[in-house]
């Protein structure tokens, strides 16, 4: 690489992590339900779960090109993982009786979820990274599925078919009850979902960013410049799978249930949609186009229950028809033309 490329290398991604006023407004609009709508806080933190849950994918998909139809296998290993450590168990030890008291402590439980599911992020990522395209989606979609047949036949431990009985969270920081109106759940959710978002913005405008767009877009290629493909994808899968695994751990923790729904294949199918909404590798995307799908679902599941999914997919082949990078891909399109004007 030569001290030009580098330079303007470096100057892109200077340009990159400056915020935007649109970033700070986006923000800011995040605050607007405490005002305008109190009574959907419970449905706001459902959003800010699941858009975190879509932020992991974007990380693999948007910009390392991994697609994956097997990511909630992450997301239920937090949310199990978060349940579990929480719950009061009883078991014989030799003849006496060993009494677990649980840990309802919600920190502790995102940290130990975190670990959970980037170990189990670790482990498949050895497989994941050496494939790509039909291959590779064969088999995040039966990651995924080995996944929730061991939640559903380890019954004895996360309840199976029938959830996870018995959580106990804690009042979070042993000061803040989980209030009946969502405030503490929403706002619980949107801190968490802020801190990683800096985070994975600090690592998608850094040079290993760069590298995962140069490997989505020529894999093979990358080597050649000393960037070795495989352990750039390992590392991102990892970090994907411990996002999914917070993600998580707040539905658990917010919800105070953990059931085979929360790592089955229609979660993984709806976050896909979900970035096809808002527009993968847009870093926004996953947020906005969980935005989109939970207040769309919200409202068409509450004007017909029985064909919701019909207004769903209907939205859906509109939006690949008429913006098929997405929403943010298309408000971007239009833009770059009115200042061509």
């Known amino acids: 690489m030569t001290a030009a490329t580098a330079g303007s290398a470096q100057g892109y991604l200077q340009a990159q992590s400056r915020w935007h006023p649109l970033e700070i407004a986006f923000w800011l609009a995040t605050l607007l339900p405490y005002v305008l709508f109190p009574d959907y806080l419970s449905l706001a933190s459902q959003i800010a779960i699941t858009g975190l849950f879509a932020l992991s994918l974007d990380l693999?998909?948007?910009?390392a090109g991994v697609v994956s139809l097997g990511h909630a296998a992450f997301?239920?290993?937090?949310?199990?993982?978060?349940?579990?450590?929480?719950?009061?168990?009883?078991?014989?030890?030799?003849?006496?009786?060993?009494?677990?008291?649980?840990?309802?402590?919600?920190?502790?439980?995102?940290?130990?979820?975190?670990?959970?599911?980037?170990?189990?992020?670790?482990?498949?990522?050895?497989?994941?990274?050496?494939f790509r395209h039909f291959t590779l989606i064969m088999i995040t979609l039966g990651i995924g599925l080995i996944a929730e047949e061991i939640a559903n036949r380890a019954h004895w431990l996360t309840g199976g078919s029938d959830s996870l009985q018995g959580i106990n969270i804690s009042n979070l920081l042993g000061v803040f009850r989980w209030d009946l109106y969502g405030y503490t759940a929403y706002t619980y959710s949107?801190?968490?979902?802020?801190?990683?978002?800096?985070?994975?913005?600090?690592?998608?405008?850094?040079?290993?960013g760069l590298a995962l767009r140069g490997i989505r877009e020529n894999w093979a290629r990358m080597p050649a410049i000393a960037a070795a493909s495989q352990a750039h994808l390992r590392l991102a899968y990892t970090i994907a799978a411990t996002i999914a695994g917070i993600a998580g751990a707040l539905l658990t923790q917010?919800?105070?249930?953990?059931?085979l729904g929360s790592i089955n294949f229609g979660r993984s199918a709806d976050v896909v949609v979900m970035l096809v909404l808002g527009g993968a590798g847009r870093l926004y995307g996953g947020l906005v186009g969980a935005a989109l799908y939970m207040v769309a679902r919200d409202q068409?599941?509450?004007?017909?229950?029985?064909?919701?999914?019909?207004?769903?997919?209907?939205?859906?082949?509109?939006?690949?028809?008429?913006?098929?990078?997405?929403?943010?891909?298309?408000?971007?399109a239009f833009y770059r033309r009115w200042r061509s004007k």
């Open 190 to 208: 949107l801190i968490v979902l802020f801190i990683v978002f800096l985070g994975v913005r600090r690592l998608v405008n850094s040079p290993f």
């Open 300 to 332: 068409f599941s509450g004007i017909a229950p029985q064909f919701w999914f019909f207004w769903i997919g209907l939205m859906l082949v509109g939006v690949v028809l008429f913006l098929p990078n997405g929403v943010l891909g298309g408000a971007a």
């Open 60 to 63: 693999i998909l948007g910009y």
């Open 75 to 130: 997301f239920g290993i937090g949310a199990y993982a978060a349940g579990i450590l929480s719950k009061t168990f009883s078991f014989d030890f030799f003849g006496s009786t060993v009494t677990w008291p649980g840990m309802g402590e919600p920190v502790l439980g995102l940290f130990f979820a975190a670990l959970m599911a980037g170990l189990a992020g670790y482990a498949t990522s050895f497989i994941v990274a050496r």
């Open 254 to 259: 917010t919800t105070q249930t953990a059931a």
